[in-house]
């Protein structure tokens, strides 16, 4: 029930481009992206719902396909500030989201 | 600025001891979560709340009770800790909406459990 995220990690220089994909085996109400910086609390970046709405950060994209029940996060021109660890949730019952396990992204100047 | 707070950052526990983990919202959310941190096993959820004196099981929730006495706070029960109950413990809060919304974490609660 748990998504599968992938990669695991990424190591990137400044400037460089990323995608880190979430795949469920249920059907999906929406996705959420969250970024957990090292020693602190996971951060909210976007919601991918159903139909094609998306809210949240203006400069990270992501996707949502739902036939396929996956999202990907595309990070461009990735900056040092970008470093930590993305975590996808699904939405399968009202409300509830199950956390992938996690993508750890390093990016190096 | 919007708040979750959470008890202790660290706490140290014996085996067998009833842990007590307080988290504190000032959203006036509805929703209320808590989750435990594992390496490589990301976010579990334990237990949420969607209203006072509600509780919903997640899906780790053996070993684990909770109490939802006001609607800004949320505690997590463990009744008598065992070492493999040692993790980070993260509260998180959310408005009620048609859909689950974006999630406000706290600080999170690293416990050993000796």
């Known amino acids: 029930q748990q998504p599968v995220q992938s990669p695991q990690a990424v190591i990137l220089r400044e400037g460089e481009d990323a995608v880190i994909n979430c795949s469920s085996s249920k059907a999906l109400y929406s996705v959420h992206w969250y970024r957990q910086k090292h020693g602190e609390a996971p951060v909210f970046l976007m919601i991918?719902?159903?139909?094609?709405e998306q809210k949240g950060h203006d400069k990270i994209s992501a996707s949502f396909n739902e036939k396929k029940q996956q999202s990907s996060l595309y990070l461009t021109a990735s900056q040092l500030s970008y470093s930590g660890t993305y975590f996808c949730g699904t939405e399968i019952d009202t409300d509830k989201l199950i956390f992938g396990t996690g993508t750890r992204l390093q990016v190096f100047p | 600025d919007v708040k979750v707070t959470q008890s202790s950052r660290y706490l140290v526990k014996r085996t067998g001891e009833k842990v007590f983990l307080e988290c504190v919202q000032d959203m006036d959310h509805e929703n209320m979560f808590w989750y435990r941190q594992d390496p490589g096993l990301g976010l579990r959820l334990i237990y949420f709340s969607y209203d006072v004196k509600m509780k919903e099981k997640g899906d780790i929730p053996e070993g684990y009770s909770v109490s939802r006495e006001k609607k800004e706070r949320f505690s997590l029960i463990l009744e008598s800790a065992s070492t493999n109950q040692t993790s980070m413990y993260l509260c998180a809060s959310s408005s009620l909406t048609s859909g689950a919304d974006e999630q406000y974490f706290g600080p999170g609660t690293r416990l050993t459990v000796t």
């Open positions: 991918l719902l159903k139909g094609g």
